[in-house]
């Protein structure tokens, strides 16, 4: 079965967010797992890994807000109205500055 995502969309955003999330905690683990690279224990509560998780979160969070604002704006009819007079809108005045 294949699916269809459209850019944009909030599926979309929810794809690249769970590949993000996949990406940090891959990143996470390695760090963990390489004393070489680890200053102070990175999963201890005020840790970089905490830390980082909290920014993370935090980025999460906007864009699936981003996304559902992009959403709003796809549905609004108004805008969508917009969007499909504006652009013979300016033609039509286009042609009369030039005449």
Known sequence: MV????PGSPQAARVIV???RIR?????????????????????P???LTELSAQFDAW?????????RIQGYKENPVI?????????????LEGQLAS
């Open 3 to 6: 699916v269809v995502i459209q």
């Open 18 to 20: 769970g590949i993000a």
């Open 24 to 44: 940090v905690k891959r990143l996470a683990r390695q760090l963990a797992d390489d004393p070489a690279r680890r200053v102070v224990d990175i999963g201890a």
């Open 46 to 48: 005020g840790g970089r």
């Open 60 to 68: 999460v969070k906007s864009v699936e807000q981003m996304s559902g």
């Open 80 to 92: 969508q109205q917009d969007l499909s007079n504006v652009p013979a809108s300016i033609k039509r």
